[in-house]
């Protein structure tokens, strides 16, 4: 069974500082993938990015970076220099490699994140 | 392009009224449609999904319901809305391909009084 943690479920920062958000995942496929959301506070789920299982080069886009490590089984993401607007709830989430029905995302419980000025 | 719309925005029903909340995607053909329901401050939780026309496939018990009437529409359904119904509900479709997550719609905010 898949399983997608989030440790942290509340995390406050002043603006301009560099947070990140931890993500630790179970399974036992050896290929599956990876995401990020952003729950801004409209409520809709926003795709920040996908990582696939063989592909453990870091990225950068913009302000945010993810890390990924299989050996640890996480997928961290940090926002550098945070700003209000980054004020949401993140959520993780994993989904194996076939195209059964049943392959579903298994989200993490999320993480919000609060941004003060 | 893929679109997905969800409505209505907010709903305030009473306790004991029906519910039908409608998400459409527009742009792709045979989507996985899944219903969502966020209670306040808390996770996602699944409530259905389905595959295709008529295949619906619940995760949880209780009082709501789901139906695909079209390939490209999901239709979430109470006879008698209950105060624990209140919530923050989501559509997501995705492709067939596991490389791709999911998009969500908008979202519906009720409030069962």
């Known amino acids: 069974a898949q399983k997608v943690t989030q440790a942290q479920t509340e995390i406050s920062v002043v603006e301009k500082e560099d947070v990140t958000l931890d993500c630790v995942y179970e399974?036992?496929?050896?290929?599956?993938?990876l995401f990020w959301y952003k729950q801004p506070p409209s409520g809709e789920l926003v795709f920040l990015i996908r990582r696939n299982s063989f592909d453990e080069q870091n990225e950068i886009s913009g302000r945010y970076s993810w890390n990924f490590q299989k050996s640890t089984s996480s997928f961290n993401f940090t926002i550098t220099a945070s700003q209000v607007v980054d004020s949401a709830v993140y959520f993780c989430?994993?989904?194996?490699?076939?195209?059964?029905?049943?392959?579903?995302?298994?989200f993490g419980g999320g993480t919000r994140l609060m941004v003060k000025p | 392009s893929q679109t997905i719309h969800q409505w209505p925005a907010t709903l305030v029903q009473p306790v004991g009224s029906p519910l039908s909340l409608e998400c459409t995607v527009e742009?792709?053909?045979?989507?996985?449609l899944y219903w969502y329901r966020q209670a306040a401050g808390r996770g996602l939780q699944l409530l259905f999904y389905s595959v295709g026309i008529g295949q619906i496939s619940s995760e949880v018990p209780q009082n709501l319901s789901a139906s695909r009437p079209q390939d490209r529409q999901f239709i979430l359904s109470s006879k008698k809305l209950l105060l624990s119904d209140s919530g923050f509900y989501l559509c997501a479709w995705s492709g067939g391909a596991p490389r791709y997550g999911y998009t969500f719609g908008s979202g519906t905010r009720l409030t069962v009084v």
């Open positions: 399974t036992r496929d050896t290929t599956y993938y």
């Open positions: 742009g792709t053909s045979n989507p996985n």
């Open positions: 989430a994993l989904r194996g490699p076939t195209k059964d029905a049943g392959n579903m995302l298994t």
